[in-house]
């Protein structure tokens, strides 16, 4: 299920704004499930700059280890440090106990560049498409040896 008041990235980090200036982030639940069991999340601290477009941590799953990208610019003003101990909160609930940094918005207009949830949803369609396009040219190679 994709959330209706939350913003998206093409990398599948997504954004909750809030009233006082700041967003929640953390990553969708296309992303979690293509990662499979997640076991590691490394995040900044509290603080610290974050840009938009720049990598401002990793998660590392069974399957794979990623970069997590940032969708705005501003200073990191809470990180959901329970991730440490149960990393697992990414995969069972992406958008509330899975959260991963709060952020204090620099430029609000840095989010008109992010997808609602209707452009996401098509988003992960295509990209679904395109995967099983992938997988069907693998098996034709496969077929070929």
Same mark, same amino acid.
Request: hydrophobic content about 35%; some cysteine.
């Given at each position: 299920?994709?959330?209706?008041?939350?913003?998206?990235?093409? @990398? $599948?980090?997504?954004?909750?704004?809030?009233?006082?200036?700041?967003?929640?982030?953390?990553?969708?639940?296309?992303?979690?499930?293509?990662?499979?069991?997640?076991?590691?999340?490394?995040?900044?601290?509290?603080?610290?700059?974050?840009?938009?477009?720049?990598?401002?941590?990793?998660?590392?799953?069974?399957?794979?280890?990623?970069?997590?990208?940032?969708?705005?610019?501003?200073?990191?003003?809470?990180?959901?440090?329970?991730?440490?101990?149960?990393?697992?909160?990414?995969?069972?609930?992406?958008?509330?106990?899975?959260?991963?940094?709060?952020?204090?918005?620099?430029?609000?207009?840095?989010? $008109?560049?992010?997808?609602?949830?209707?452009?996401?949803?098509?988003?992960?369609?295509?990209?679904?498409?395109?995967?099983?396009?992938?997988?069907?040219?693998?098996? @034709?190679?496969?077929?070929?040896?």
């Amino acid at each position: 299920m994709i959330p209706d008041n939350h913003l998206f990235t093409e @990398e $599948h980090e997504w954004l909750s704004l809030h009233d006082d200036g700041t967003a929640t982030i953390g990553v969708s639940d296309f992303a979690q499930e293509q990662l499979g069991e997640v076991v590691f999340v490394e995040l900044p601290e509290v603080g610290e700059k974050v840009v938009a477009g720049d990598e401002f941590g990793s998660i590392e799953s069974v399957k794979a280890s990623t970069e997590l990208y940032c969708p705005i610019s501003g200073e990191v003003v809470e990180v959901n440090s329970t991730l440490a101990e149960n990393p697992e909160f990414v995969n069972e609930s992406p958008y509330d106990d899975g959260w991963m940094i709060k952020v204090k918005l620099e430029d609000l207009s840095e989010t $008109h560049g992010l997808m609602d949830s209707e452009a996401y949803a098509f988003h992960i369609k295509r990209s679904d498409n395109e995967m099983d396009e992938l997988d069907d040219l693998d098996d @034709e190679e496969s077929e070929e040896d």
